[in-house]
């Protein structure tokens, strides 16, 4: 992981982008190294506008929820960075500018020609895709995961380089209800999305055309259609020390809890996450779980040990409770 020097590994990613551009479609590694730059130039501090907006309504008796816009703080680190793969975490800094809350927030891991893609297909269900080698020639998949690392959705698609921007826009693809509307919505069951990143000069953007669809009763149909756009304008933030700390303190809680996951993954043909029995999302105890751990009320083993049994509890993987590394000899 790297916190010293990650602005200015930010500002040379970026730099590479725009310097390259010209010359992107030279050889296969020339656009590599330009995929890489562009995904490493997402690292850094950010102004961020959250703001979502449904626009048509498709069923006639349907109306529109009023806009929501969202201010934000954050602070995106790379926590892998191979020839092939990265990851980003993003980190949410909350209330006062010199003293800040901080909550982890998304995480996007993108692997170059992946031989599969995760699928999610409605209900608390995912599943795999199987790609060929003519799929995923020179594409790149960015699979998108929760607060608390479990899956959201995945896409697949080409980087385009220009002079003065990098964009990655892949197929139509299903993900869940956000938190925005799960917390206080039940009229419809997934959102159809298209996603679309642009690296720029001054920061990025992420794009996403929602279609919000109905499923149950063994029935599709489309309710309202919605523009989201997220926008990531570097800055120098206050505060960002709080961030440094919580992550030197949960990292290794952290990787535990994505170590997990990829045991679920590569059991799975089909998994699924559910809610207790009580309503309780999963992201509630594993949150509460690493939060111990930043303020030295539990150890990392320890905090691990007990969100594992909750994942345990409330993920099936083909029908049956996982098996968890770390847990059966705790």
């Known amino acids: 992981m790297r916190l010293d020097g990650w ?13 390259a551009a010209a010359a992107w479609a030279e050889t296969p590694g020339s656009r590599l190294e330009q995929d890489r730059a562009a995904i490493l130039a997402m690292e850094g501090e950010y102004a961020v506008t959250f703001d979502f907006r449904e626009h048509l309504p498709i069923d006639a008796d349907y109306e529109l929820h009023d806009q929501k ?4 703080r954050e602070v995106v680190y790379v926590i892998a960075d191979e020839t092939d793969f990265i990851s980003l975490q993003h980190l949410l800094l909350v209330g006062p500018a010199d ?23 409605g209900f608390n269900t995912w599943d795999f895709a199987e790609l060929s080698p003519e799929q995923t020639a020179g594409a790149w998949s960015q699979t998108v995961y929760q607060v608390d690392d479990s899956p959201r959705y995945a896409g697949l698609a080409r980087w385009i380089h220009e002079v003065n921007a990098s964009t990655w826009e892949p197929a139509v693809s299903w993900r869940p209800l956000p938190r925005r509307d799960a917390t206080i919505r039940e009229d419809y069951d997934v959102i159809e999305a298209v996603n679309r990143h642009t690296v720029t000069e001054w920061g990025w953007t992420h794009e996403q055309d929602n279609t919000k669809l109905i499923l149950r009763d063994g029935e599709r149909r489309a309710l309202v259609r919605e523009h989201g756009i997220n926008t990531y304008r570097s800055t120098e933030l206050a505060g960002t020390q709080a961030a440094t700390e919580y ?7 952290w990787a535990l809890i994505r170590n997990a996951w990829s045991s679920v993954f590569e059991a799975a043909g089909e998994f699924t996450v559910d809610d207790d029995a009580e309503g309780t999302h999963l992201y509630m105890p594993l949150l509460s779980a690493g939060q111990d751990v930043a303020n030295g009320e539990a150890g990392t083993q320890d905090a691990y040990r007990a969100a594992a049994a909750v994942m345990a509890a409330q993920v099936r993987v083909n029908g049956a409770e996982p098996v968890l590394p770390g847990l059966s000899d705790s």
């Not at 200015?8 to 730099?15: T, V």
């Not at 816009?69 to 934000?72: D, G, K, M, N, R």
């Not at 992550?247 to 809680?253: C, G, L, P």
């Open 99 to 121: 003293a800040p809350i901080v909550i982890k927030h998304w995480r996007q891991d993108w692997a170059y020609e992946p031989a599969r893609l995760m699928r999610y297909r």
């Open 247 to 253: 992550w030197e303190a949960t990292q290794d809680y």
């Open 7 to 19: 602005k200015s590994a930010a500002a040379a990613g970026l730099a590479a982008v725009i310097c």
């Open 69 to 72: 816009v969202t201010p934000a």
